[in-house]
C-alpha cells in the first residue's frame, strides 16, 4: 500500500459526459502527479501539481482539467468524454515533487461506453 | 520529441537472471527510472539513477546506464515467480516530465 487513494476504483460512463477523478496524496507530500496508461498509447505524463500550483504538463488534453486543494488532495475532470478516453488514471504523489520519488496510487478504470 | 523504447516481452528461467534493457533519446535526461506493475495494480518505483552515474545495485537489482548510447539496463538476480510483471523504463529532465516506455512483460519459466 503506497499510501496514495483514488476514488472511484471503477467508472463507466457515456460519450460525451463528464466524470471527476479523485486522489489523496501520502500524509505530507505536497506534490500530485497524473497519468493515463491505455493500451495504444502506454503511460503518459498529465500533469503535476505543487502546494496547489500547476508545474509541469504534459499530454493532457484541453477536454481534461486538473487542479490541486488547499487540503493538496486533487481532483482530474475529464469532459467530453471520448472512447479512447477509456484508460487507467494513475495518480502519484512525491514529498517534495521531485520525479525520482514517486508513490502511485492504485489508479482508475475509466470506461467510455 | 522525447522517446523512451523497451521489447515487450521477456521469458527467463526461475533462479537465472533477467536482463531488461531500455533506450532513450533525451540527451537532457536527469534521472532514469525502473518502475514495476503487477497485475491489477500502481506503479512500484524499483529503482532510480542519476543521470551522472553508470551504475546502481540495490539487492538483487543492479542498474547501468550508458550515457554515450542511451541504454539503461535492469538487471534481477536470482529471478523469482514474484518477479512477474510489467517493467517500465521511463526518464525525466529539467522541465520534471517523466517519459515512459511501453512496458516489458517479464514471465518467469519453471
Known amino acids: 500500500d503506497s499510501g496514495v487513494t483514488q476514488t472511484p476504483k471503477h467508472l463507466i460512463t457515456a460519450t460525451g459526459q463528464r466524470v471527476t477523478l479523485r486522489c489523496s496524496p501520502r500524509s505530507g507530500d505536497l506534490s500530485v502527479y497524473w497519468y493515463q496508461q491505455s493500451l495504444d498509447q502506454g503511460l503518459q505524463f498529465l500533469i503535476q501539481y505543487y502546494n496547489g500550483e500547476e508545474r509541469a504538463k504534459g499530454n493532457i488534453l484541453e477536454r481534461f482539467s486538473a487542479q490541486q486543494f488547499p487540503d493538496l488532495h486533487s481532483e482530474l475532470n475529464l469532459s467530453s468524454l471520448e472512447l479512447g478516453d477509456s484508460a487507467l488514471y494513475f495518480c502519484a504523489s512525491s514529498p517534495d515533487g521531485e520525479t525520482y520519488e514517486q508513490y502511485f496510487g492504485p489508479g482508475t478504470r475509466l470506461t467510455v461506453t | 520529441g522525447e522517446d523512451v523504447e523497451q521489447s515487450l516481452f521477456l521469458s527467463v528461467r526461475e533462479g537465472d537472471s533477467s536482463v531488461i534493457n531500455c533506450t532513450y533519446t533525451?540527451?537532457?535526461?536527469?534521472?532514469l527510472y525502473w518502475y514495476k506493475q503487477e497485475p491489477g495494480a500502481g506503479l512500484q518505483l524499483l529503482t532510480y539513477i542519476f543521470s551522472n552515474m553508470d551504475m546502481k545495485q540495490d539487492q538483487r537489482l543492479t542498474v547501468l546506464l550508458n550515457k554515450k548510447d542511451k541504454h539503461l539496463s535492469l538487471r534481477i538476480a536470482d529471478t523469482q515467480t514474484g518477479d512477474s510483471a510489467i517493467y517500465f523504463c521511463?526518464?525525466?529532465?529539467?522541465?520534471?516530465?517523466?517519459?515512459f516506455g511501453k512496458g516489458t512483460r517479464l514471465h518467469i519459466l519453471p
Open positions: 521511463a526518464e525525466s529532465n529539467r522541465d520534471d516530465k517523466i517519459i
Open positions: 533525451d540527451s537532457s535526461s536527469t534521472y
